[in-house]
């Protein structure tokens, strides 16, 4: 009896944690950033993230928060020919700087992820598609790391390739 209750609670607060991680993802507006050029796409929460405009050549766009969030989406193409492991390895150095450190890290044949910490938390996303990346970078204050957490997780879920 006593592990039935124990179960039955365990049940019951697991899925209240997962209604309150979903519940702060849902209560965002969420928008779409779709880049022409590099042809990929991003889902953002505008009332969190606001889009700052493309740049010139058109490569991505940044968007800031009022808390010193920043979410970075550029495309490249890969003219140096460099692997997925010379690339994660660039983007976790310049990450993570001189004081900073990886602690997560997946790599695949056409995408790599990888987060950490430099005085605040980074996480990052690349996908290679034919002779081009397409990347994701967002970096907040750990002290926002509640809020941030299952706004990273949804918007590393919906960036995608849209060609090529």
Same mark, same amino acid.
């Given at each position: 009896?006593?592990?039935?209750?124990?179960? $039955?609670?365990?049940?019951?607060?697991?899925?209240? $944690? &997962?209604?309150?991680?979903?519940?702060?993802?849902?209560?965002?507006?969420?928008?779409?950033?779709?880049?022409?050029?590099?042809?990929?796409?991003?889902?953002?929460?505008?009332? &969190?993230?606001?889009?700052?405009?493309?740049?010139? *050549?058109?490569?991505?766009?940044?968007?800031?928060?009022?808390?010193?969030?920043?979410?970075?989406?550029?495309?490249?193409? *890969?003219? &140096? *020919?460099?692997?997925?492991?010379?690339?994660?390895?660039?983007?976790?150095?310049? $990450?993570?700087?001189?004081?900073?450190?990886?602690?997560?890290?997946?790599?695949?044949?056409?995408?790599?992820? &990888? +987060?950490?910490? *430099?005085?605040?938390?980074?996480?990052?996303?690349?996908?290679?598609?034919?002779?081009? $990346?397409? +990347?994701?970078?967002?970096?907040?204050?750990?002290?926002?790391?509640?809020?941030?957490?299952?706004?990273?997780?949804?918007?590393?879920?919906?960036?995608?390739?849209?060609?090529?």
């Amino acid at each position: 009896m006593r592990t039935q209750r124990t179960f $039955l609670f365990v049940t019951a607060l697991f899925g209240a $944690l &997962l209604v309150l991680a979903s519940s702060g993802v849902q209560k965002h507006s969420w928008k779409t950033y779709t880049n022409v050029r590099f042809q990929y796409s991003i889902c953002y929460p505008a009332d &969190l993230l606001i889009p700052q405009g493309e740049p010139e *050549n058109a490569d991505g766009q940044t968007f800031l928060a009022k808390d010193g969030g920043k979410l970075l989406v550029f495309g490249r193409n *890969n003219a &140096l *020919n460099q692997t997925m492991k010379e690339v994660m390895e660039e983007t976790a150095a310049r $990450l993570k700087g001189g004081t900073g450190k990886v602690t997560y890290q997946v790599m695949k044949p056409d995408w790599f992820v &990888l +987060s950490g910490e *430099n005085g605040q938390i980074f996480y990052a996303k690349m996908l290679s598609v034919s002779d081009q $990346l397409k +990347s994701f970078e967002i970096t907040y204050d750990s002290s926002a790391a509640e809020l941030y957490k299952p706004v990273v997780g949804r918007i590393a879920s919906c960036f995608a390739s849209t060609g090529r």
